[in-house]
């Protein structure tokens, strides 16, 4: 993702050799930064063309103070056994990896914690480095709050923690008197990836959520496909426990007490109920049995074909009031043969994305 870094064609120019080094300690996130090369292009050679800044591009992106010399940075790593999470711890949970049981502890927090505002400036750097088009946010608005998994070991006889991932939330107001949290912002660390963690956090969120009566529901914003992956995962275990979603009612279809259910039960909005329904319709359905297979293949391109419709009705509401070349500009339409390939390509698609959410399910 260095391209919100150093541009779309995530290039620099001007150096042989070329390594740039940013480190962060584990636990109090202390940065260093250092570019090292061979060789750097000479303006007076290159008629008056400059190597790329690099020390600037990342230090306009890091907050002040990161360290330049190795010595020092390697000096203060020490300081880390000193380090405690910020907020209040919300659950712990073990991973076994290559044998061993490893502990991890999930916190939540907010912008008002002592030291947190410094903490986060630092930890929000990673965001532009492994999610596409990310932003820094106003921490300033106190509608925010955070989630936080730490990695707890052993050294010396000591605790000490790493941080291993972090998700953000913003509270909206929700009428008359609620709040609808939406989640922001979800990163796992390359080191901590693939095993679990970030199922651990949503249901964490999940569950403090469930305590508070002023929530609604939970939304998510501009999910990526890893998290919605996941979402889907944990909503569809969740979900699979509730009476409405039992595989006779999930055959008659999607209904209102599905809706109800999983918005009073587990907080989920209307629109990812609906695709959980799906996902577990087509564990219920038996393809051995052609009409519960046709059942299940017109009820999903059924809502595939929605937006369709929409643009139809548009149509013909707009030839009224638009030239013809204003109304093929403002349009985009495709024939009906064209519409059936892709609502099947559709349907293949989203058919394949919830048999691996299944399959997790299975192994679970």
């Not at 010595?71 to 000193?82: E, G, N, R, V």
């Not at 502990?103 to 410094?118: A, L, M, S, V, W």
């Not at 080191?191 to 002023?214: N, V």
């Not at 039960?265 to 046709?294: C, G, H, M």
Request: charge should be negative; glycine fraction near 4%.
């Amino acid at each position: 993702m260095s391209h919100q870094i150093f541009g779309e064609s995530e290039s620099i120019f001007g150096y042989k050799d070329l390594r740039v080094e940013l480190y962060y300690s584990a636990a109090k996130l202390t940065t260093y930064l250092n570019v090292k090369y061979s060789s750097k292009i000479s303006p007076e050679k290159f008629d008056g063309i400059y190597a790329d800044d690099i020390r600037k591009a990342i230090a306009e992106k890091i907050p002040p103070g990161f360290m330049t010399s190795l010595d020092d940075f390697i000096a203060t790593l020490a300081k880390d056994a000193t380090f405690k999470p910020f907020g209040e711890m919300l659950h712990s949970y073990k991973v076994e990896r290559d044998g061993k049981d490893r502990q991890f502890e999930i916190y939540k927090t907010n912008i008002d914690e002592p030291g947190f505002r410094e903490y986060h400036e630092r930890l929000q750097t990673f965001v532009l480095w492994y999610i596409d088009a990310a932003s820094y946010i106003d921490v300033d608005d106190d509608k925010w709050q955070f989630y936080l998994i730490f990695e707890k070991y052993v050294t010396n006889g000591d605790p000490m923690y790493a941080i291993a991932g972090y998700m953000t939330m913003y509270n909206y107001y929700a009428y008359p008197d609620q709040i609808r949290p939406r989640i922001s912002q979800v990163l796992i660390l390359p080191p901590f990836q693939k095993q679990g963690h970030c199922a651990q956090l949503l249901e964490t969120f999940y569950k403090d959520c469930y305590r508070r009566p002023e929530v609604l529901d939970i939304t998510a914003e501009d999910p990526s496909e890893n998290f919605q992956r996941v979402r889907d995962f944990v909503d569809a275990k969740n979900c699979f426990l509730l009476p409405s979603f039992k595989p006779e009612a999930l055959l008659r279809g999607f209904s209102q007490q599905m809706i109800y259910e999983a918005q009073q039960k587990l907080k989920i909005n209307k629109r990812q109920a609906r695709r959980v329904y799906e996902i577990l319709r087509l564990y219920a359905t038996d393809e051995s049995k052609p009409e519960e297979v046709r059942s299940y293949r017109l009820d999903l391109k059924k809502r595939l074909n929605q937006p369709f419709q929409k643009n139809s009705r548009d149509y013909q509401k707009l030839q009224h009031v638009l030239a013809p070349d204003e109304l093929s500009a403002t349009l985009s339409n495709i024939t009906g043969e064209e519409r059936m390939k892709l609502l099947d390509q559709m349907y293949e698609e989203l058919v394949e994305q919830y048999r691996r959410i299944l399959e997790r399910l299975a192994a679970s």
